[in-house]
Structures are given as C-alpha cells and as structure tokens.
C-alpha cells in the first residue's frame, strides 16, 4: 500500500493533476520533494465545507495553504446521486467513467489557492505537497472527492435552515456503509 503511487484511483488521480497538469510540457522541479512531504506526514488537512486547509510542515517553517474547490455542477451532483442509489453504492473506477461519458465529469475545479509562504513562484511546494496529500487521501476514501464538491450537501437537498442542511449532510454519509463506499481495487 505505502509504495502505491498517488492517484492510483481515478478520483484521487484529479488531484494529481492539479500537480502535474497535462499541458505542463515538462514536470515542475519541486515535486518530487512535494511528494516526499506528502508521504512523510508532513501535510495535515482540516475540511470546511468546500475549503480545504493544510498546514505543511517543512525545513524549519511551516505554512499555511487554503484551497478552494468549486461546487459541483447540478448536473454531475444528479447523475452520481443517480447511480449511487442502488444497494451497494462503490465508488470505483467504473462509476467514474460512467459518469464521466455520461457528459458529467466528477473531477474537480479550484476556485483559489492561496499560501502563506513568501515564495515567488507561480506554484510552490507547499501548494503542490497538498494535491498529493489529497490524491492519497482520496484513494483511500474516494467521498472524500465528493464530500469537498459540496456533493452530499447539495444531495441532501437545498434551501434548507443551515442547521437543519448540516444535519441532513451527515444522515447522507451515514446513509451510506462507510465499508461499501471502498473503491474497488481488484
Ligand atoms: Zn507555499
């Protein structure tokens, strides 16, 4: 498990991509030491809703990133709820791409991304050691991908009294077997 690499699930491998973008024509310097923080323990993540906050520990400094990662579209939040209420809803590699050809790509979008380090480039180690940190996450807990959309909030309904939302968004995640959710590696 511990050598698997990062994104080794279709819903963590978004979060890889945030690091290593297709249209980069050659891989940014910094993350192999990105990575390493990763898997070092070096990240810690607290989720707020659809804001995802990592204090990265580095060197003898540490900072602070904040990400903000877009809603996800009511057409995507539908046909996931869609598919996910069967008995024994699993997140796999197959519902992704159902999903995904069925016009409603599940891959995320950032609505900012800010950190506290003074670092001048455009994406610094800190930024890029948090989508690896995610991807891992994710891999293990693939409605960690969705939770961060928005999804079980939106699915639980909207227009709601704030109290009576957030309680609705737990009965959606207990709802659903924790265990069932497991991608599927086979
Ligand atoms: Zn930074």
Redesign the pocket.
């Known amino acids: 498990m511990a050598d698997r690499d990062y994104g080794y699930t279709k819903w963590g491998k978004d979060w890889v991509r945030f690091a290593e973008s297709l249209r980069q024509t050659r891989p940014d310097p910094q993350l192999p030491s990105a990575r390493r923080a990763a898997q070092d323990g070096k990240v810690q993540i607290t989720f707020d809703d659809r804001t995802v906050r990592a204090v990265?520990h580095r060197g003898r400094g540490t900072?602070v990133?904040t990400i903000a990662v877009a809603p996800m579209s009511p057409g995507t939040t539908a046909e996931i709820s869609r598919r996910l209420s069967g008995i024994q809803p699993l997140l796999t590699d197959d519902l992704y791409r159902a999903i995904a050809e069925a016009g409603h790509p599940p891959a995320p979008a950032l609505d900012s991304v800010a950190?506290?380090?003074p670092?001048a480039t455009q994406r610094?180690?800190?930024?890029l050691s948090v989508y690896y940190d995610m991807a891992r996450r994710i891999d293990d807990d693939p409605r960690i991908a969705l939770d961060v959309q928005g999804f079980f909030l939106a699915s639980a309904g909207s227009g709601r009294a704030p109290a009576e939302a957030t309680a609705q968004r737990w009965v959606a995640l207990n709802a659903l077997d924790a265990a069932a959710y497991f991608t599927d590696s086979s």
Request: charged share 10%; hydrophobic share 35%.
């Open positions: 990265v900072s990133v950190c506290s380090c670092a610094c180690v800190h930024e």
